[in-house]
Nanobody, 124 residues
């Protein structure tokens, strides 16, 4: 059974920073690509960032490019999302997810495993 547990969410002022973590267990974490998605109230879940199995390839949504950084530590079975210059519109529940290939994936339908989500609220 694969488990993904996010942490690090909270309330932050616009312009501030947060770092989300996602701890994985139950499978060989280092073999698979990972991603972060978010869902704001009343909106559909959207792609934020993805990282390949080795960390050598990353992809970002245009809305977060240059502000967010996805990384991973395979020795700790953890993927991170460093969020800088946060904006009110970044407010959402953030989910980490894992898929079954080594590369980067942008579609939520390609991810088979999801965490429970962590709330990020950015006050304006």
């Amino acid at each position: 059974q694969v488990q993904l547990v996010e942490s690090g969410g909270g309330l932050v002022q616009a312009g501030g920073s947060l770092r989300l973590s996602c701890a994985a267990s139950g499978r060989t974490f280092s073999l698979y690509g990972m991603g972060w998605f978010r869902q704001a109230p009343g909106k559909e879940r959207e792609f934020v960032a993805a990282i390949s199995w080795s960390g050598g390839s990353t992809v970002y949504a245009d809305s977060v490019k240059g502000r967010f950084l996805i990384s991973r530590d395979n020795a700790k079975n953890t993927v991170y999302l460093q969020m800088n210059s946060l904006k009110h519109e970044d407010t959402a529940v953030y989910y980490c997810a894992s898929h079954t290939s080594r590369g980067t994936r942008l579609s939520e339908y390609e991810y088979g495993y999801w965490g429970q989500g962590t709330q990020v609220t950015v006050s304006s």
